[in-house]
């Protein structure tokens, strides 16, 4: 059992096609143009401003710690690989809001040996992943009482349910082509498990010890799961490729899953991203091999043979053979309105469908909204949506629907540090029956097909991507590509800094005109993430002996003063470290001067993270702890000290009160 396939098989590469470039061939050649201007200016006695290649190359000191305005005041903690949490001196990071805790007084207590789907219903989810705070009040700043939501991205049943992995009668040891173990499961397991996927909206107050508590029985308290009926609005609702035996309308659909990342609103709603869906889906390879519904769902991983989880022994509706229209209800945005814990949840289909990493809603100069997202895949795309009508600050009912009218876009990086933003509308840029594209829901359904003919840029895993409030410029993250020149992936060349990307970098954009909904932007790179003492690894030029090593950046948020603060998904196996949270200012004599705050457990990521308005409060979501173990041979049992792993939110707070970084 392979937890890289509960995270998608990220070693898998669907994007071979296309006329778009790779981001690592773009690069190469803008870095050694700008080394070769380096070498000019020098020549010359000039001097040249952001040498990336030259500051990538030198780790000669352009200042020092002690002589810089820093805006953050924490000491680095040591990257480290121990069973505990370890946050900043002067921090306490406290577990908060476990796997199973009850949010209403008529839910069971957990209990691991005892679940069922109906007390899962009313618990915390599994792996919590994004999460965002929104203030009591209603558009308030208070920063002691409000709503967390809480993505629950995917369940892993061998830490939750006892016997799950069986031995396998017919392994012999050394096999390669017989698996060791088996799946034991059964309707009862997947019925928790589909109650334990999608999002929990948890009412919650700081109490007079400034500790944070659970208001048990709130009416907005809420758990959305893999069962809950939602409806399908926007240009693809009631297309021909979303109706099914259960919903010939294709107008709704029951349940959301492999909810990542997310965004609010600014009007106070909260926007789910499904990821990983395909993971869900068996036996693609019951269609026809030309059936035009089985190439697009291989162009997205669907499973060939039976899933690994097995859901379709249960449920047909997860059977390619026998549905074969369900699959393309997912991978889509859902947006929910946490302070009516009544309201139905909208897939929103004008945003795309494809593996949603992000969603981050931003008023441009116009009052229309911009919407940043990734496709988290390698060689995938990026995608911003703008919206048709303009967000009306005085009415929240107004903005109901401005997610279902507005464009779609994806990303083309050039090498001189511009790029731009193409429009997928049918019609356009070849997006037409000359190369297959029947509509406009077509390519909403599989705007990767619409990526690879408008010759979009092919990205590094795509990750959150997030606009800077202090700023206003948009970080763009990537999270790691290896298998750049492997069998028929695209190759590298001497000139490209990173040939095989295991540690990932991040992107910093800006819009033309300052206006997110331009068509234009330049871009530069601001981290080249990994080991400081590896010659590839790059800090936006600050001394890279003084920064602390990082890798496989994931989700980001921004405090007060416009610090980017990073969490980390794959460190155990790029550096042999456990993941955690770091920081770093973008703007400054300290720009770029990469500290890590805080360290996680064995097994786990960390994610999610959000500040409180007034940053005295820092929650982030520690996902799969013990990943790599068993229910019955667990190799850890945070946040108890004993039995099963528990996913957790963990609050992290500055022992004085103060802001958090200050």
């Known amino acids: ?61 352009v200042a020092s710690p002690a002589g810089i305005d820093d805006s953050l005041q924490f000491a680095a903690i040591e990257a480290g690989s121990g069973e505990d949490l370890v946050v900043a001196d002067g921090y306490t990071a406290v577990p908060f809001l476990a796997w199973g805790e009850p949010l ?31 203030p009591l009040p209603i558009g308030s700043d208070t920063s002691d009482h409000g709503l967390l939501v809480i993505n629950h991205e995917y369940t892993n049943p061998e830490l939750m349910f006892t016997g799950y992995l069986a031995p396998n009668p017919d392994y012999t040891e050394g096999s390669e082509d017989i698996p060791e173990l088996l799946v034991n499961t059964s309707q009862e397991i997947v019925d928790v498990e589909l109650e334990a996927h999608g999002v929990t909206v948890a009412e919650i107050q700081r109490n007079a010890e400034g500790a944070w508590e659970l208001v048990i029985d709130s009416p907005y308290n809420r758990r959305i799961t893999a069962t809950t009926p939602m409806a399908m609005t926007g240009p693809v609702a009631g297309n021909d490729l979303t109706k099914t035996s259960d919903d010939p309308t294709g107008l709704t659909v029951l349940g959301t899953l492999n909810n990542c990342s997310g965004g609010l609103t600014p009007w106070g709603t909260f926007v789910t991203c499904e990821e990983n869906f395909h993971q869900y889906f068996a036996n693609n390879e019951g269609l026809a091999e030309d059936d035009p519904i089985r190439l697009s769902h291989e162009r997205f991983g669907l499973t060939s043979g039976a899933s690994e989880r097995q859901w379709e022994t249960f449920y047909p509706r997860f059977d390619v053979a026998q549905e074969p229209n369900e699959a393309f209800r997912f991978g889509w ?28 809603v931003w008023v441009t100069p116009s009052g229309q909204v911009a919407v940043y997202t990734g496709d988290d895949e390698r ?121 095989a990307n295991i540690w990932g970098h991040i992107i ?67 550096l042999d470290v456990n993941d955690g949270l770091f920081a770093v200012p973008v703007d400054g004599a300290s720009r770029g001067y990469l500290r890590q705050f805080f360290s996680s457990v064995p097994g786990s990521e960390v994610s999610g993270p959000i500040f409180t308005p007034d940053n005295t409060t820092l929650f982030a979501s520690i996902q799969h702890p013990g990943e790599g173990g068993t229910f019955d041979e ?26 958090i970084g200050s």
């Open 379 to 499: 060689f995938e795309y990026v995608y911003k949506w703008v919206s048709t009508n303009a967000y009306d600050p005085d009415d929240r009912a107004a903005n109901a629907d401005l997610l279902d009218d507005g464009t779609l876009y994806i990303a083309k990086f050039d090498d001189d540090g511009t790029g731009s933003w193409i429009p997928l509308v049918f019609g356009e840029n070849g997006l037409d029956a000359s190369n297959g594209i029947a509509d406009q829901a077509a390519i909403l359904i599989n705007p990767r097909v619409a990526g690879d003919i408008v010759g979009a840029t092919k990205m590094d895993r795509p990750e959150d991507i997030e606009v800077n409030p202090v700023n206003n410029r948009v970080y763009m993250v990537m999270t790691n590509n290896s298998n750049r020149g492997v069998e028929e992936n695209p190759g590298t060349d001497e000139s490209n800094p990173r040939p």
């Open 104 to 134: 209403f007084s008529d839910a069971p207590a957990f209990d691991p040996s005892a679940q069922t789907a109906d007390g899962q219903a009313k618990q915390l989810g599994y792996n919590h992943d994004f999460s965002g705070f929104l």
């Open 1 to 61: 059992m392979n937890e890289a396939h509960y995270e998608g098989s990220k070693e898998k590469v669907y994007s071979v096609n296309g006329r778009g470039e790779t981001f690592e061939s773009i690069l190469a050649r803008r870095l050694q143009r700008r080394s070769l201007l380096a070498g000019a200016a020098a020549a010359a006695g000039g001097i040249v401003i952001g040498n990336a290649f030259a500051a990538a190359q030198d780790a000669s000191p």
């Open 634 to 659: 667990p190799v850890t049992s945070w946040p108890e000290t004993s039995g099963p792993p528990r996913p957790a939110m963990v609050v992290i707070q500055s022992t004085t009160g103060a802001p």
């Open 508 to 574: 910093e954009v800006s819009e033309a005109g300052g206006d997110h909904a331009a068509t234009e932007f330049e871009w530069d790179i601001f981290l080249l993430c990994g080991d400081p003492a590896d010659e590839s690894t790059y800090f936006a030029g600050f001394p890279k002996e003084q920064v602390s090593k990082m890798a496989n950046p994931d989700n980001i948020t921004f405090d007060a003063k416009g610090n980017l603060w990073i969490s980390t998904d794959g460190q155990p196996s790029s």
């Open 333 to 360: 945005t859902v947006e929910i309105d946490p302070f009516d814990a009544s309201s139905q949840p909208k897939k929103r289909t004008s945003l795309g469908r494809f593996k949603h990493e992000a969603v981050n």
